[in-house]
DNA sequence: TCATGATATAGAGCACCTCTATGTCAGAGT
DNA sequence: ACTCTGACATAGAGGTGCTCTATATCATGA
């Protein structure tokens, strides 16, 4: 087989026309190159300079080898730049994919950042339900997906970056009953607006009220948590929601949160990633963008 | 530096997602694969491949760099071929087939230029009336055919190169007949020198005789023109010729041309070639040869 | 639980490249 | 002519780094 440096010192022989100032190019001596070329001339079994006394000069079969040999080198190259830039987040692509009101109400603030310091970073976002989100993640579709606690899945590592706090909210109509402290069931009595079967958060909050026997009669079910806590302001009744999502509607008294005595166990949002397979630059710089503190 | 031969197991293991098999092809051990893939990682400072249980598979950074290594090697690769068909110049050979008198009155001049040219090509010629070169032709036993025109066969590439103008020509004898422009059917008065039936040129006077609907009597048919030319300078009639072979005669006045009302319409001679299979550098070479002025 | 088929690691060995030193040669300048 | 300069070639020593064998480790599927 041919050795490929001897075509890394054919190429800067060629254009210098010169063995020493090849060498001195290459930081290797002038034998070293000599004896390069040699090996290549020997392994092709043409000769592909002429040495002159001022230098050396290509031969017509040289020179047929240089027009391939030149860029050859040049894309290597550019492939070596590539990946430089993809290191230094210059270029590449961040696929994420999050559940429901995650990306709106959790993610954004991160994507925006993220977007700001590295803006050639193409980002896709893929909208999907935990499960389906694992199945993409295994099957390489998207690079990490974000999910609420607890998940796992064999194949994926799912580790939680922030804890939530749900609560339920009211709107102005129902303001009295955030002025006392609620026991569990007393919830019953009002009307109760929730996301959609299959979202974690409606699981979350079924468990909650099977864990105290508690019957759960939903007036209202929604796919959009924006629509719902729109209703909810408007007085439909009270809304399950985390409260983080909520803070502004809440400092402005647009809403009230009601508080009860049976505390709402705290939940986590996780970064779920492929066990096997390690991440791309711009993913893992994600995740610690995910992982660190905003500024 | 980054070594190179990194680069060309890199391509072979992302080629076949297999560390062991990247080895077998690469006739090295997996260990070595193994380790030079390690060093490239290292060197780029990013990983290319994900580890799985039942093989590699390439990082998106690894996918990026792939892009630009494959056709780098392919460059080389090409590179590689076209040096070893250059060589052929050096030590190859040529086969040419060419019909009847075409070899020593037409392609003499050419051959003699190539050889000065290309002096370590062998040369090798074909005799053969024109169905014999084509059939020569499929078989591969040579590289290019030399016929006269029109002439096409369904595996065969066939360009005119040439255009000739026939004649017929008389010796001394004759000569003044020479003096006037005779009518076609006058020229039944002469006794006719033909070549042998099956050759390109009979066929085509034969063909002339019948489009004016004259009868055509052969009295001298003979399967080598030099002898058909000697015979016409002696002075046993009027030969039928390519002017342009016996140019030197015409000018010496051994030979005159007889004119006639009627013209001889032009012919040419082409180059019939394989269409399927690439020619030999040398191949190539003549051709190119043949289809640029002589110096 | 075991067999299978992968990759990773450790450590020895040596091939090949690279170096230093020196030879050879052609051309320019005096 | 002679020498000086700048080039490439050759010889031989030396050491780096690749490659090998042997073995560990790990995941998967039966």
């Not at 974000?146 to 749900?166: E, G």
């Not at 105290?212 to 806590?229: A, K, R, Y």
């Amino acid at each position: 087989m041919i050795s490929l440096e001897g075509y890394r010192i054919f190429l800067h022989t060629a254009k210098s026309g010169n063995l020493t100032k090849a060498a001195q190019e290459l930081h290797i001596t002038q034998p070293s190159v000599s004896y390069a070329i040699k090996q290549l001339e020997e392994s092709l079994g043409v000769k592909l300079f002429n040495r002159l006394s001022k230098g050396v000069e290509l031969t017509a079969e040289g020179r047929a080898l240089l027009e391939y040999v030149e860029p050859s080198f040049s894309l290597l190259e550019a492939g070596e730049t590539k990946i430089r830039s993809l290191k230094q987040l210059e270029t590449g692509e961040l696929r994420i994919g999050a559940g429901g009101s995650l990306i709106r109400y959790l993610l954004l603030p991160y994507l925006k950042h993220f977007r700001t310091r590295y803006p050639n970073i193409r980002i896709r976002l893929t909208h999907g339900k935990t499960p389906d989100l694992a199945k993409r993640l295994i099957e390489g579709q998207i690079d990490l997906g974000i999910v609420h606690m607890p998940f796992a899945d064999r194949l994926l590592d799912v580790r939680s970056f922030m804890t939530i706090q749900d609560c339920f909210v009211v709107g102005e109509a129902y303001r009295e009953w955030s002025e006392r402290t609620l026991e569990a069931e007393e919830l019953g009595r009002l009307p109760l607006l929730l996301l959609s079967k299959g979202s974690s958060t409606r699981q979350f909050v079924e468990q909650w009220f099977a864990a105290q026997s508690l019957p759960l009669e939903v007036d209202i079910e929604l796919g959009s948590l924006e629509l719902l806590i729109e209703l909810a302001q408007l007085g439909f009744g009270a809304a399950f929601v985390t409260r983080s999502f909520v803070s502004k509607e809440l400092e402005s008294r647009s809403l009230y949160e009601l508080p009860i005595r049976e505390p709402i166990p705290e939940r986590s949002v996780g970064i779920a990633l492929r066990r096997d397979i390690s991440l791309s630059e711009a993913a893992a710089r994600f995740v610690e963008t995910l992982t660190s503190p905003l500024p």
